[in-house]
């Protein structure tokens, strides 16, 4: 799977009929001055077997500014999904500066919108002080 194709941006044509492409809600995000899609990194770790959602969220870091984070929640009984198998699946199939520096485990669900979608602001409020209260997994 191209994991890079899963980021879609969308136009939108104005009165004249001109059109203007926007960046998505879950637009890139800037890890180290290097352009990240959160997207093609929650393709990714969704496509590994035992994984019910993901949300990637940006997290503090003093060396590059901001460095991907996972947030994962796994299938119910899906005992063997952990922070390592994760980080290697991700080696697999994503370039380097690509795999998450953090990789966090909840059992509960990811928060949600009313439309169903993942609520990425109210996670980032929940993991604002991600570098504080977890090691980073790599």
Same mark, same amino acid.
């Given at each position: 799977m191209n994991y890079a194709a899963a980021a879609?941006?969308? *136009?939108? $044509? %104005?009165?004249?009929?001109?059109n203007h492409v926007r960046r998505p809600a879950q637009g890139p995000d800037y890890f180290g001055g290097i352009n990240i899609s959160p997207v093609e990194l929650e393709a990714a770790i969704a496509d590994l &077997?035992?994984? $019910?959602?993901? $949300?990637? +969220?940006? $997290?503090? &870091?003093?060396?590059?500014g901001e460095t991907p984070a996972a947030i994962v929640v796994a299938e119910l *009984?899906?005992? %063997? +999904?952990?922070?390592m198998r994760v980080i290697t699946h991700c080696a697999r199939v994503l370039a380097d500066y690509k795999v998450p520096r953090y990789v966090v485990l909840r059992t509960d669900p990811l928060p949600r919108l009313p439309s169903g979608k993942i609520a990425k602001q109210v996670v980032r409020e929940q993991y604002r002080d991600i570098a504080e209260r977890f090691a980073k997994t790599r």
């Open positions: 879609v941006y969308s *136009g939108q $044509a %104005d009165c004249v009929g001109a &077997d035992g994984v $019910a959602e993901v $949300a990637v +969220i940006p $997290a503090p &870091d003093p060396r590059f *009984g899906r005992e %063997d +999904i952990n922070e």
